[in-house]
């Protein structure tokens, strides 16, 4: 069976793979495939699980946040902000939920800092343009 190699990379994280015989992931079309000897491509990937199978017929999954796949000479590029890598789809299913929730928390922090931020500025603006009325 003719396989491909595969690269997945992060800021901080780097996974070469051989032998990888097909590669199943999603973008904002819907699920596709990928196999040995493909056509070059490139696409943006959504968040979420991909799965890519070995030689041995073996599954491995791969959580990502979004990235951009590239296929070209029979290896497959992946760029995303950090991922996941297991062959356990159970554990790396928690391991997703629990980044997502994470960010989730992350952005409302974010969010509640910039409104309190906001209000500060508007307050501090109303102060000013009533003083200058005062004089």
Known sequence: ??????????????????GVTSFVGEDE????GIRASHARMMTALSYGLARYQLQDRSWRYLAI???ILY????????????????????????GLL???????????????????LEQEMFRRLWQMGR????T
Not at 29 to 32: L, N, V
Not at 73 to 94: C, G, K, P, V, W
Not at 98 to 111: D, G
């Open 1 to 18: 069976m003719k396989t491909f190699s595969m690269h997945v990379q992060s800021a901080t994280q780097y996974e070469h793979i051989e």
């Open 29 to 32: 079309s819907g699920s596709f």
């Open 65 to 67: 946040p979004r990235g």
């Open 71 to 94: 296929f070209v000479d029979n290896a497959l590029y992946i760029s995303t902000r950090r991922f996941l890598h297991d062959a356990d789809y159970e554990r790396i299913s928690t």
């Open 98 to 116: 629990e980044q997502l929730l994470n960010e989730e928390e992350y952005l409302r922090v974010i969010k509640e800092s910039l409104y309190r």
């Open 131 to 134: 003083r200058g009325a005062a």
